[in-house]
């Protein structure tokens, strides 16, 4: 057993499972989601018993040889609300819910904040149920009851979902978001997992990535001129999309200002992201080309941890770009930071807070780490653990952060393999929320995404989606565009002039 609190267990287990076959895939899932190198076939047993008898109460047991069973008798699911659909659904949460208590207990996995919730947008869920036409309470019920959510992770993702309501649009057309992607970075961080590359290393695929760009902007700002499709916000991300500066910075931004920007737009975000590449210079052509919100992104405030996690800039850097930022009238300042980071623990979030409490920041996003396999989490188990222990804590500390500072939470997702279990939220001052931040991740707008890696995402009526992608590689992405993108200019029309 290991004595870490991590949300997993490497150890390698047998299961012979004994259950109706239709709940196979559900049972072997939610074991795989805490045991990462279980197998099936032989071993302990692992017996799943379901009633499901139609009007009555629906039973489940689940009980791993050796170890007391878990049981549940579920009446609520008579209640008239329900639908048959909503019934089979039931089924498969109850034992999802019941194999993730019985392993959890037998194998000293803490229980997650999210229970069984393993998906990227809680609040996705939330939305759901409300477009069902389930009540604020029922949803609660069904969050803490279904899916064992912890009462203060339901007060959050409630708030939020609650509050978001207001941005959803009656199409999911009109207005649209654009994104713009800049795979490139003064260096890599040692926890990246984005499209980036370093400029020691591919600057010099920047000059026809560039081009290219401006190529793709413009086409895609004559269709949407064309048809008459309104954006609602322009976000330039990455990457370090300030990793151009200068003359090719003016030239994207005037581009897009003069294709997307209208009278609809209510945001033009630039992640600035790097502080280093935040000049004076870079904020004045920002402020003056329409840019309402840009983001600083120390991650931490500690000059020793920059250093180990690769970034090649300071604290200081950090503090001249948020004044560089202010002075140039750029109206809304985010700032992330990140918990978890590597030789961290409680005392460095707290100090890295406070300095960042001291710039005022409109909004502040605090992601927990998350690292991409199991197998890296294995391998930094031991660097991580003091940050595993104080996860929930340094979450808190941020939270109370951001209420002094007059935010609340806006929007949040989480990821595989994150800190503590926790999850990444969105925090702003009121009137200053990320509209991108909100429908890129509520996916109830289409999202058209230009340059490197973006991910165009074609939202319909229904909600349903079709995902398309610009390749990551910027030598790819110049050599490619002019042959794909007749394709995708053809299926954005057919999407958008419906
Ligand atoms: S700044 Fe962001 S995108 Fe660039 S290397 Fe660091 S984590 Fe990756």
Avoid at 395 to 417: H, T
Avoid at 431 to 443: L, R
Wanted: proline share 7%; glycine share 6%; aromatic share 8%.
């Amino acid at each position: 057993m290991c004595p870490i609190p991590i949300p997993v267990n490497f150890d390698e287990v047998w299961f012979k499972i004994e259950a109706p076959p239709e709940l196979l895939p559900s049972i072997e899932a939610a074991a795989r989601g805490l045991l990462p190198n279980v197998r099936f076939g032989e071993g302990k047993v692992l017996r799943v018993e379901v009633d499901d008898t139609p009007g009555r109460p629906l039973y489940c047991s689940v009980e791993l040889e050796g170890w007391p069973a878990w049981r549940v008798s579920d009446d609520e699911i008579l209640s008239p609300v329900y639908e048959e659909f909503h019934r089979t659904q039931r089924v498969k949460e109850r034992v999802r819910l019941g194999v993730n208590v019985v392993l959890r207990t037998a194998y000293d996995i803490p229980m997650s904040p999210w229970g069984i919730l393993v998906g990227v947008r809680p609040t996705k869920l939330v939305h759901n149920l409300f477009d069902q036409g389930f009540s604020a309470n029922h949803v609660e019920y069904i969050l803490r009851e279904v899916y064992a959510v912890s009462p203060e992770r339901v007060e959050l993702v409630m708030n939020t979902a609650k509050w978001q309501r207001q941005f959803f649009h009656a199409s999911p057309n009109q207005p649209v978001g654009v994104y713009i992607g800049i795979p490139f970075c003064p260096t890599r961080c040692s926890y990246c997992s984005f499209a980036s590359y370093p400029i020691g290393t591919h600057g010099h695929l920047i000059p026809k990535f560039f081009e290219a760009l401006c190529w793709e902007i413009e086409a895609v700002g004559r269709l949407f001129r064309r048809l008459g499709v309104a954006v609602e916000s322009i976000y330039f991300g990455g990457g370090t999309p300030t990793t151009f500066q200068g003359d090719q910075l003016r030239r994207l931004l005037d581009l897009s200002r003069r294709w997307f920007l209208s009278e609809v737009t209510s945001e033009f975000t630039v992640e600035a992201g790097r502080p280093e590449t935040i000049l004076e210079d870079t904020c004045r052509i920002m402020a003056e080309n329409g840019v309402n919100r840009v983001s600083v992104n120390p991650q931490t405030m500690n000059d020793a941890t920059l250093r180990r996690i690769r970034r090649a800039h300071t604290v200081d850097d950090t503090i001249k770009a948020v004044e560089r930022v202010r002075r140039a009238g750029i109206p809304i300042l985010n700032m992330d930071i990140i918990l978890g980071l590597p030789g961290e623990d409680i005392s460095h979030v707290e100090a890295t807070l406070k300095a960042i409490s001291e710039l005022a920041p409109d909004n502040l996003t605090v992601h927990s780490l998350a690292v991409k396999r199991a197998s890296e989490l294995r391998k930094n188990l031991e660097s991580m653990s003091i940050a595993q222990e104080q996860g929930e804590a340094m979450a808190q500390l941020s939270a109370q952060a951001a209420r002094e500072l007059g935010m609340e939470p806006y929007y949040l997702y989480r990821q595989r393999y994150i800190l503590g279990d926790l999850e990444n939220i969105g925090y702003a001052r009121p009137g200053t929320a990320s509209v991108y931040n909100v429908q890129m991740m509520e996916e109830r707008q289409t999202i058209v995404a230009l340059g490197g890696g973006g991910i165009t995402k074609l939202v319909s009526p229904d909600l349903s989606l079709v995902r398309l992608a610009n390749p990551k590689c910027p030598a790819t992405y110049a050599q490619q565009l002019k042959t794909t993108m007749p394709a995708k200019l053809w299926q954005l029309e057919q999407h958008l002039a419906v």
